[in-house]
């Protein structure tokens, strides 16, 4: 195997925008994301929609649909 083939692996700090941090080891450090698995809808259970310029409301409108209450 050649020498100095693989990049250094170290410890690092995965911190997310929610407040989350995750101690694990990687080829980067401190590594900053914006959505984790505590804060991400499919882990949650809660769904965000993401509406932009109205679409969602279109697509209701559209196929008659309406929201669950």
Known sequence: MQDNMHPKYVD???TCACGNVIHTRSTKENIRVEICS??????????KLVD??????????????QDKK
């Open 38 to 47: 505590k804060c991400h809808p499919f882990f949650t259970g809660k769904q």
């Open 12 to 14: 690092t700090t995965i």
């Open 52 to 65: 932009t310029s109205g679409r969602v409301d279109m697509f209701k409108k559209r196929y008659g649909l």
